[in-house]
């Protein structure tokens, strides 16, 4: 099965990072929601996350209103709350295009 999202748009706001540790490294996860204008009127918004051995130096460049293109693929996540289960779904990217900068195209 095919799994690829490639979609362009603006953050929402500044990307929040999150270090995390394990027993065998230390890694870096970058999260920011992202405004894909179909038109004028209408825009749907997407939670992306990046992580990799580049999260950690393009968190610096995803700040409010950054034109980017993503390139990844979606996943679902679910949970409980009481008696419900409820579900999410991300864009897990695998590279990030800043748009405004000729040579910062980041994949991890």
Not at 11 to 38: C, G, M, P, W, Y
Not at 80 to 108: C, F, M, P, W
Request: glycine share 4%.
């Amino acid at each position: 099965m095919t799994n690829v999202v490639v979609i362009s748009g603006r953050l929402v706001a500044d990307a929040k990072k999150i270090d995390r540790q394990t027993k065998e490294k230390n890694f870096t996860i970058v999260n920011f929601s992202l405004a894909h204008n179909h038109n004028k009127e209408k825009s749907s918004f997407f939670d992306v996350v990046f992580y990799g051995e580049h999260a950690n130096a393009i968190h610096q460049y995803l700040t409010k209103g950054k034109e980017v293109v993503v390139t990844g693929h979606l996943v679902q996540n679910s949970w409980k709350d009481g008696d419900k289960t409820l579900y999410r779904v991300i864009i897990e990217a695998h590279s990030i295009d800043l748009h405004s900068d000729v040579s910062s195209n980041l994949q991890r």
